[in-house]
């Protein structure tokens, strides 16, 4: 899974870097598909959300697209009648609601679709559902549902597992999404210190009345909530491997941090996220790890490892890095 640029890693360099050791993509929007395809990226990929105008688009690009409701299916049938594309031009996975209510056909609805389908002689490739937690009761809707399907279509592909699900292979059928276990380690957010001081107890720090309790040295790091510092629950750095708390408010474009007993070179690296540390980030900003991998935007700089130039811009001018 591809999805919301590679959960915040870069959709085009991590596909790019994993084309050969996957089978197929998957995205969220005719966009990131498009995008992929225009790269040069060659493999399927699996749309899942898509707009009825947006069907000749997607057709064009040679997506897979994910048929979830019926005005989809109205406009598939629109356009094969007007001749605008053949059966074989239009590739689906079918959506199916096993107990999430989010997207897809329910149970009820599974013949009617079908046989509307096969009448217009448009094959169905796959057949999919997504888990709220791992339920028996949406696990054996899923697989009366997949029965349902393989009556009109013997050779649709069955998938269910994402990344928490993987681990049971009863949930594997022919195919799995994987999606953040891919993703594990693989990023690390730094900046840099821009100013530092010795603030003495009762002094002001940041917006607001936020007062020092003791003497302490501070840090200003380059970095703030129009970047992806999270301003509501900020979570903790390291310089030199030592843990700093955010004093007082994030601002805009800095945030101020307790250093205790040293002070820090103007220029030194900031670690705003190391690694395996993104759960513990996460949990400090009560949040999840999706969040915190997704949020860095805006003045981030991008540098991958085994990238031949050694880097990828994704903004200019500024000190915080995502590794």
Not at 96 to 121: A, I, Q, T, Y
Not at 189 to 212: D, I, M, Q, T, W
Request: hydrophobic share 40%; net charge neutral; aromatic share 6%.
């Amino acid at each position: 899974m591809v999805k919301a640029d590679a959960y915040g890693h870069g959709l085009l360099e991590v596909a790019r870097s994993t084309e050969n050791e996957v089978d197929a993509f998957g995205v969220a929007t005719v966009d990131e598909g498009v995008r992929l395809r225009s790269s040069g990226i060659s493999k399927d990929i699996l749309t899942l959300i898509w707009a009825a105008h947006e069907l000749e688009e997607g057709v064009a690009h040679r997506l897979t697209l994910a048929l979830s409701n019926e005005t989809q299916l109205a406009r598939i049938v629109d356009l094969l009648e007007n001749g605008k594309a053949k059966p074989q031009d239009i590739r689906l996975h079918i959506a199916l609601d096993s107990g999430m209510h989010r997207l897809g056909f329910c149970e009820s609805e599974l013949d009617g679709v079908l046989s509307k389908l096969k009448e217009c002689g448009v094959e169905i490739e796959g057949a999919y559902s997504h888990l709220r937690v791992r339920s028996m009761r949406q696990i054996s809707a899923f697989d009366r549902m997949c029965a349902a399907v393989r009556r009109y279509y013997p050779n649709a592909i069955r998938h269910l597992a994402a990344s928490h699900s993987i681990p049971c292979k009863r949930l594997h059928y022919d195919m799995v999404r994987l999606g953040i276990a891919a993703y594990h380690g693989a990023m690390r957010v730094v900046s840099e210190v821009v100013a530092a001081r010795h603030v003495s107890k009762g002094e002001f720090v940041s917006y607001g009345n936020f007062k020092l309790e003791r003497d302490t040295n501070t840090a200003v790091i380059f970095g703030g909530y129009a970047d992806g510092v999270c301003r509501e629950h900020p979570s903790d750095v390291y310089i030199r491997g030592r843990r700093c708390r955010v004093l007082g408010r994030v601002c805009m474009d800095m945030c101020i941090v307790d250093c205790g007993d040293f002070l820090p070179n103007i220029g030194e690296e900031v670690a705003l996220v190391d690694g395996e540390r993104i759960l513990e980030v996460a949990k400090q900003r009560r949040s999840i790890e999706y969040t915190v991998m997704t949020c860095w935007h805006g003045r981030v700089e991008r540098i991958y490892e085994n990238d031949e130039s050694g880097s990828k811009a994704c903004g200019k001018g500024c000190g915080l890095k995502d590794e």
